[in-house]
C-alpha cells in the first residue's frame, strides 16, 4: 500500500466530497492572517537561530585555548613602538572635552 493511501485512508480523504469553487471572504481573510503570523514567526525563530549560533561560535572561539597570551605580547608590542593607548587617561580627558564629539554624539 502506497504512503499516501495510508495517509488518506487515516485522514478519510477519500470519502470528502469535492470543494466548490466559491470561497468564503472570511476564511481568505483568517488564512492571511495566519500566513502573516507564521511568517513573523518564522522570522523571529530565525532570529533566535542566528543568535544562538552567533553565541555558540563566540563562545567557542573565545574559550578556544585560555593559556594563549598572545594578545598581551601584540599589545606590548604596539605600545613600544610609540602607538597611542586608547586607554591612557589623557586620550580619554581628551575625547571628553572633544566639543565636536560630544554634539556628535547627542552630549
Known amino acids: 500500500m502506497n504512503i499516501l493511501d495510508k495517509l488518506a485512508k487515516k485522514f478519510n480523504i477519500k470519502n470528502t466530497p469535492v470543494q466548490s469553487a466559491v470561497t468564503n471572504p472570511?476564511?481568505?481573510?483568517?488564512?492571511?492572517?495566519?500566513?502573516?503570523?507564521?511568517?513573523r514567526m518564522s522570522k523571529h525563530a530565525l532570529n533566535l537561530y542566528e543568535k544562538q549560533c552567533d553565541i555558540k561560535n563566540f563562545t567557542k572561539l573565545v574559550l578556544s585555548d585560555p593559556e594563549n597570551k598572545s594578545h598581551n605580547e601584540l599589545v606590548e608590542k604596539l605600545l613600544n613602538e610609540n602607538?597611542?593607548?586608547p586607554l591612557s587617561d589623557k586620550v580619554i580627558e581628551e575625547l571628553a572635552s572633544n566639543k565636536d564629539l560630544m554634539k556628535d554624539l547627542g552630549l
Not at 472570511?26 to 511568517?39: G, M, Q, T, W, Y
Open 26 to 39: 472570511i476564511d481568505n481573510k483568517s488564512r492571511d492572517v495566519e500566513n502573516e503570523f507564521l511568517a
Open 83 to 85: 602607538v597611542i593607548d
